[in-house]
T-cell receptor
Framework: GDSVTQMEGPVTLSEEAFLTINCTYT??????LFWYVQYPGEGLQLLLK?????DKGSNKGFEATYRKETTSFHLEKGSVQVSDSAVYFC???????????FGQGTRLTINP | DVKVTQSSRYLVKRTGEKVFLECVQD?????MFWYRQDPGLGLRLIYF???????EKGDIPEGYSVSREKKERFSLILESASTNQTSMYLC???????????????FGPGTRLTVL
């Protein structure tokens, strides 16, 4: 079945470090891909998305590129801030389906 | 902005109680979803609804039921709460009745349910 695998956390970095959170997927057809972020005490909010191969989603300094050949959608940021501390979820939506399939989430902590 | 609200942020119930979790969205979305979130397991879909009075089982429907009598409201019901249903419950909604490539889901703040 369709599935998403994220790198295991927790991930702890210092402020201004480079961030990569790996995400790979298995899906029938060509899904749309999403990164959601959950700040402490809040629900999930969409961070960025990509709907077809080679698309790059970007928002708030974060980027992810839809790589069909490696079935990946890794999240990157060049210089993280303390305010980026949150749980990050990778997700896919198979075309014709109603529901998102989520990875297990990666907790990110940024130290000043 | 889309707003999804949930009736309680924190809830404590006893084993065997009937529990209702309410979710309301204010943007006339067709789809609504209930997930539970557990550490290391991510979000797992319990039920979803694509129209009033319509529902479909998600990945883990056992022990739960849902009700959607009005378009803006989607209720999750635990008929007889058990300790293994202690979790964070998240409600979400999305606009289109059929899947679109960029069909974003909007989430509520969550209800942390503890069953003693």
């Amino acid at each position: 079945g369709d599935s998403v695998t994220q790198m295991e956390g927790p991930v702890t970095l210092s402020e201004e470090a480079f961030l990569t959170i790996n995400c790979t997927y298995t899906a029938t057809g060509y899904p749309s891909l999403f990164w959601y972020v959950q700040y402490p005490g809040e629900g999930l909010q969409l961070l960025l998305k990509a709907t077809k191969a080679d698309d790059k989603g970007s928002n708030k300094g974060f980027e992810a590129t839809y790589r069909k050949e490696t079935t990946s959608f890794h999240l990157e940021k060049g210089s993280v801030q303390v305010s980026d501390s949150a749980v990050y979820f990778c997700a896919l939506l198979v075309k014709g389906a109603q529901k998102l399939v989520f990875g297990q989430g990666t907790r990110l902590t940024i130290n000043p | 902005d889309v707003k999804v609200t949930q009736s309680s942020r924190y809830l404590v119930k006893r084993t065997g109680e009937k529990v209702f979790l309410e979710c309301v969205q204010d943007m006339d979305h067709e789809n609504m979803f209930w997930y539970r979130q557990d550490p290391g397991l991510g979000l797992r879909l319990i039920y979803f609804s694509y129209d009033v009075k319509m529902k479909e089982k998600g990945d883990i429907p056992e022990g739960y039921s849902v009700s959607r009598e009005k378009k803006e409201r989607f209720s999750l019901i635990l008929e007889s709460a058990s300790t293994n249903q202690t979790s964070m419950y998240l409600c979400a909604s999305s606009r289109f009745g059929t899947a679109k490539p960029n069909n974003e889901q909007f989430f509520g703040p969550g209800t942390r349910l503890t069953v003693l």
